[in-house]
């Protein structure tokens, strides 16, 4: 239904897609009602949302499945006390959920906060506070429950907790269940003050249609939809905030990027508590009528497991970040019919040349890379069928109209190396944030002076395409040079032996600071001189000689955030103490 929303939906080439691609923004948009219930009515049988995980379970919902539930969920949500503007936080991993709360709590006007299962209490008290969250809805599994009840004697704000049974549909939390690999799952009774998912959505009336008053009472430009906390490395999370045009802004992603077909299957790897969920499995999606597959799996990630899915289910277009593609291609994915497989997309980290070649050589595929932040949708990207430039984030989206600046915010020429910035002179558009919440000091550090500053750095080559380079504060200055940490892990990427790689500057009393590079070694490779020689002349002879690690250290794994994103600043104080 994106014709809904585009006054064309289809382009000649790249240059009539970025000049003439217009989004109509209805009065009081709101998904659920415009969109996702429009098409229970259109296609109300069709599949929407299909479901399994590692113990077998499997579940298919229509259009008019979701309806009914998310309309018996918005009325559970609000017999509990949730209203319009009130702050949610799901933490709910891959349940299907997660689908069926957020939609409804857009039905209520709520502003709905993902989060990731891997929260401690010191998360949950920071992030209730931060951002006044009223109610929390989370899976019974692990220690979710008990984080948040630890985190209530310093959360005055949170009133309502909601309880989701991670095993058995609709079964009601505190009963014993055998999953249909055999799995007995012990009756885990809830903690005092919680409702159950179920119960209450089971015994709840369908939410009644809205009025046009309540519909406006939505301002779909200033109030809060959705909210993410960013990855925070150096300082505590900052709340991004998104309006409720968001969605629209996702059409782009879904339709033009990831290419996902109308009555198709898309898979994108991603938990519910990150931005790309809603990237990936979606508003984007469901808006272009493609149905969305969901693996929820808890055991330790199997490469072998995804291409099964894949295979099995018929999925069409597929994304994921280039370290699952890395991870594939070292499997025998020769007995493997991955024919229906249409498009495969990646975004988030250096894809390495080879990579490339190895996935269009097994399907015949190019993976075609983007560029997005939190902050916004997707904002460059590989368009269509048009000419692939491995390693590079592509060409600006449309609303985007991306520049790179210098240090005096001057446009850079061809080849040089900027920050990625978004002119405002027309406005906000959909999909740019609406502000880092209640921190007018960072949101003016980056909307200023006409534009929003990414804090990205990319160079632009004399075809138009982008590449990116890294963070704007992420640089090491050895010797004169500047080298960005990004450029030097892309290289190191190409390279057979690394499967994950960070590269930080380590201190040096004659160069000031030399390129480091901690690296996680691919099957069958052991660390040894003879290898750290190996690597250190691949990157020598692939990019300028100045560039290459002069300390290689391997390791079995890499500091991460948990959302993923590798720690540069816990190694850099790791070398420190070594140092000191």
């Known amino acids: 239904m994106e014709e809904v929303f585009l006054p064309r939906t289809e382009f000649k080439d790249y240059k009539d897609f970025f000049e003439n691609y217009k989004i109509n923004v209805p009065e009081h948009f709101n998904f659920s009602y415009d969109v996702m219930d429009v098409l229970a009515k259109k296609k109300g049988s069709s599949r929407a949302l299909v479901w399994t995980n590692d113990e077998g379970l499997f579940h298919e919902f229509s259009y008019a499945d979701i309806?009914?539930?998310?309309?018996?969920?918005?009325?559970?949500?609000?017999?509990?006390?949730?209203?319009?503007?009130?702050?949610?936080?799901?933490?709910?991993?891959?349940?299907?959920?997660?689908?069926?709360?957020i939609l409804a709590l857009h039905k209520l006007g709520a502003s709905v906060i993902p989060a990731t299962h891997m929260l401690t209490k010191e998360d949950i008290v920071y992030r209730n506070n931060a951002a006044s969250i009223k109610a929390v809805v989370a899976v019974h599994d692990g220690d979710i429950l008990k984080h948040v009840d630890d985190a209530l004697p310093e959360s005055p704000t949170l009133k309502i907790r909601i309880a989701v049974n991670p095993h058995g549909f609709d079964t009601p939390n505190g009963t014993e269940y055998t999953s249909p690999d055999g799995t007995k799952h012990e009756a885990r009774p809830l903690p005092s003050g919680w409702l159950d998912f179920s119960t209450?959505?089971?015994?709840?009336?369908?939410?009644?249609?809205?009025?046009?008053?309540?519909?406006?009472?939505?301002?779909?430009?200033?109030?809060?939809?959705?909210?993410?906390?960013?990855?925070?490395?150096?300082?505590?999370?900052?709340?991004?905030?998104?309006?409720?045009?968001?969605?629209?802004?996702?059409?782009?992603?879904?339709?033009?990027?990831?290419q996902v077909k109308k009555d198709g299957l898309h898979l994108t790897v991603a938990d519910t508590g990150w931005g790309k969920a809603v990237w990936g499995k979606l508003y984007?999606?469901?808006?272009?009528?493609?149905?969305?597959?969901?693996?929820?799996?808890?055991?330790?990630?199997?490469?072998?497991?995804?291409i099964k899915q894949i295979e099995e289910h018929k999925i069409t277009s597929f994304c994921a970040p280039p370290t699952i593609y890395r991870f594939l291609i070292q499997e025998d994915l020769s007995t493997f019919d991955l024919s229906h497989l249409e498009h495969c997309s990646t975004a988030g980290e250096p894809l390495s040349e080879e990579v490339f070649n190895r996935w269009k050589a097994i399907t015949g595929l190019e993976l075609r890379e983007g560029f997005g932040q939190t902050e916004t949708t997707l904002s460059l990207l590989n368009f269509g069928n048009?000419?692939?430039?491995?390693?590079?984030?592509?060409?600006?989206?449309?609303?985007?109209?991306?520049?790179?600046?210098?240090?005096?915010?001057?446009?850079?020429?061809?080849?040089?190396?900027?920050?990625?910035?978004?002119?405002?002179?027309?406005?906000k558009f959909?999909?740019?944030?609406?502000?880092?919440?209640r921190d007018q000091a960072k949101t003016s550090e980056v909307i200023r002076d006409g534009y929003y500053f990414t804090g990205d750095t990319a160079w632009r080559d004399e075809d138009g395409f982008f590449w990116f380079t890294g963070r704007s504060d992420d640089v090491i200055k050895c010797s004169g040079y500047r080298i960005g940490t990004f450029e030097v892990e892309s290289?190191?990427?190409?390279?057979?032996?690394?499967?994950?790689?960070?590269?930080?500057?380590?201190?040096?009393?004659?160069?000031g600071q030399v390129v480091k590079a901690t690296i996680v070694l691919a099957k069958g490779y052991t660390?040894?001189?003879?290898?750290?020689?190996?690597?250190?002349?691949?990157?020598?002879?692939?990019?300028?000689?100045?560039?290459?690690?002069?300390?290689?250290?391997?390791?079995?794994?890499?500091?991460?955030?948990?959302?993923?994103?590798?720690?540069?600043?816990?190694?850099?104080?790791?070398?420190?103490r070594k140092n000191s």
Not at 285 to 305: N, S, T, W
Request: contains cysteine; hydrophobic residues 35%; glycine residues 6%.
């Open 67 to 101: 309806k009914e539930r998310t309309d018996k969920a918005a009325q559970f949500f609000a017999d509990s006390g949730i209203a319009k503007g009130d702050m949610v936080m799901l933490i709910l991993q891959r349940r299907y959920e997660f689908w069926i709360s």
């Open 527 to 576: 660390p040894s001189d003879d290898l750290v020689k190996d690597i250190q002349k691949f990157v020598k002879v692939t990019t300028a000689p100045y560039k290459y690690p002069r300390i290689v250290e391997f390791v079995t794994e890499l500091p991460k955030t948990i959302s993923g994103k590798i720690k540069r600043k816990d190694i850099r104080a790791n070398d420190a």
């Open 284 to 306: 984007g999606q469901f808006i272009c009528e493609c149905a969305v597959f969901v693996y929820d799996y808890h055991a330790k990630f199997k490469p072998i497991d995804l």
């Open 491 to 511: 290289v190191l990427m190409q390279h057979p032996a690394v499967v994950e790689c960070a590269v930080t500057a380590a201190p040096d009393e004659v160069r």
């Open 200 to 258: 209450g959505t089971a015994n709840a009336a369908p939410r009644k249609e809205p009025t046009k008053e309540e519909r406006a009472a939505i301002n779909s430009n200033d109030d809060i939809m959705l909210a993410y906390f960013t990855s925070g490395t150096t300082s505590h999370p900052k709340l991004v905030t998104h309006d409720w045009t968001y969605p629209l802004g996702h059409i782009v992603t879904a339709k033009y990027w990831q």
């Open 386 to 427: 048009e000419k692939v430039k491995p390693g590079s984030i592509g060409k600006p989206a449309p609303y985007y109209n991306v520049v790179l600046l210098n240090d005096e915010n001057e446009p850079c020429e061809d080849g040089e190396v900027g920050e990625i910035a978004f002119p405002l002179k027309n406005g």
């Open 430 to 437: 959909p999909g740019l944030f609406i502000e880092y919440y």
